[in-house]
């Protein structure tokens, strides 16, 4: 089992940033995928931005250019920095690892985007 801890989230002004962060309780694999997903009230949940073992990123069309996947596989940490944040990306968002025992959800942590 792994367990997935995020932190970072706040309340934020439009165009400003946050940094999320999200802390494995084991080491994950450098070939398993990590990464963030989110869900606004009354919209599905969506993928933000993944990186594989390779460094190799995939975004939402919707945050290119404005966010940034990470992470240190010597921490078990994956961040997502977030730039000129917007009132849609406010949601819930959940960190995810993908390993050899499946996938693993975090608890979520809260963006909110006042504009």
């Known amino acids: 089992q792994v367990q997935l801890v995020e932190s970072g989230g706040g309340l934020v002004r439009a165009g400003g940033s946050l940094r999320l962060s999200c802390a494995a309780s084991?080491?994950?694999?450098?070939?398993?995928?990590m990464g963030w997903y989110r869900q606004a009230p009354g919209k599905q949940r969506e993928m933000v931005a993944t990186i594989d073992s390779g460094g190799n990123t995939n975004y939402a069309d919707s945050v290119k250019g404005r966010f940034t996947v990470s992470r240190d596989n010597a921490k078990n940490t994956a961040y997502l920095e977030m730039n000129s944040l917007n009132a849609e990306d406010t949601a819930a968002y959940y960190c995810?690892?993908?390993?050899?025992?499946?996938?693993?959800w975090g608890q979520g942590t809260q963006v909110t985007v006042s504009s």
């Open positions: 084991r080491s994950i694999p450098s070939r398993n995928a």
């Open positions: 995810i690892a993908d390993t050899i025992w499946g996938r693993f």
